[in-house]
Nanobody, 125 residues
Framework: QLQFVESGGGLVQPGGSLRLSCEVSGSTSDYYAIGWFRQVSGLERVGVSCVSTSDGTTHYADSVKGRFTISRDSAKNTVYLQMDSLKPEDTAEYFC??????????????????WGQGTQVTVSS
């Protein structure tokens, strides 16, 4: 079983930046990719980005390409999401999540099988 510790959310003005962090503990060898999805209350979750634990392949949602950067420190079992040029539509709860099925290798997309408690990101002036 995995445990997630997410941090870095907060309130930021449009055009600003935030860096989310997620440290994973437990059976850290069981997942093939790690990443983030976001969810606005009452709406479906939306994939943001993920990174393969084997070869570093990354995937981004079209809405965040060029603005968000995902990275991973394997020694610390930690994944980061650098979010720049934030927009009000980026406002959501952001969840760190892992892929147990290796979707990123199979079809280049992210899969979210297990996730943490989330951290709120609010972009507003």
């Amino acid at each position: 079983q995995l445990q997630f510790v997410e941090s870095g959310g907060g309130l930021v003005q449009p055009g600003g930046s935030l860096r989310l962090s997620c440290e994973v503990s437990g059976s850290t060898s069981d997942y093939y990719a790690i990443g983030w999805f976001r969810q606005v209350s009452g709406l479906e979750r939306v994939g943001v980005s993920c990174v393969s634990t084997s070869d570093g392949t990354t995937h981004y949602a079209d809405s965040v390409k060029g603005r968000f950067t995902i990275s991973r420190d394997s020694a610390k079992n930690t994944v980061y999401l650098q979010m720049d040029s934030l927009k009000p539509e980026d406002t959501a709860e952001y969840f760190c999540s892992v892929d147990f099925e290796n979707y990123i290798a199979l079809n280049g997309h992210c899969r979210y099988d297990s996730w943490g408690q989330g951290t709120q990101v609010t972009v507003s002036s």
